[in-house]
């Protein structure tokens, strides 16, 4: 069964960082893309950041991240510890939201991925972040 649970979040002050993390479980990461996305109450759940499975010759495939955090996000994963990241730097009062990760596998070779949430199929329960001073 798969299985997916963050943790990291909490409260920090506008510039400051934020280490999120995803434990997965009953699957192979190697095969599954994986997304992060975010949602405020009352607004639709936004993709954040997404990296594709591997085809065997990398680690990962390909990454992608929403234009409000390119620059200050970075996705990453531990295959061994089947744990998936999202790094956060120069945080902003409005990146307060529960982020969420979530995960689709892929067909072997493809290693692009989306941010579209209809494209993922399972999801964890999610993990407070919020920024303020």
């Known amino acids: 069964q798969v299985h997916l649970v963050e943790s990291g979040g909490g409260l920090v002050q506008p510039g400051g960082s934020l280490r999120l993390s995803c434990a997965t479980s009953?699957?192979?990461?190697?095969?599954?893309?994986i997304g992060w996305f975010r949602q405020t109450p009352g607004k639709e759940r936004e993709g954040v950041s997404c990296?594709?499975?591997?085809?065997?010759?990398?680690?990962?495939?390909?990454?992608a991240y929403a234009n409000s955090v390119k620059g200050r996000f970075t996705i990453s994963r531990d295959n061994a510890r089947n744990t998936v990241y999202l790094q956060m730097n120069s945080l902003k009062p409005e990146d307060t939201a529960v982020y969420y990760c979530?995960?689709?596998?892929?067909?072997?070779?493809?290693?692009?991925?989306?941010?579209?949430?209809?494209?993922?199929?399972?999801w964890g329960q999610g993990t407070q972040v919020t920024v303020s001073s």
């Open positions: 009953g699957f192979t990461l190697n095969y599954n893309a």
């Open positions: 990296m594709g499975s591997s085809d065997g010759t990398t680690a990962y495939g390909t990454t």
């Open positions: 979530a995960t689709v596998k892929q067909e072997f070779g493809v290693t692009t991925c989306n941010l579209e949430r209809s494209e993922y199929r399972h």
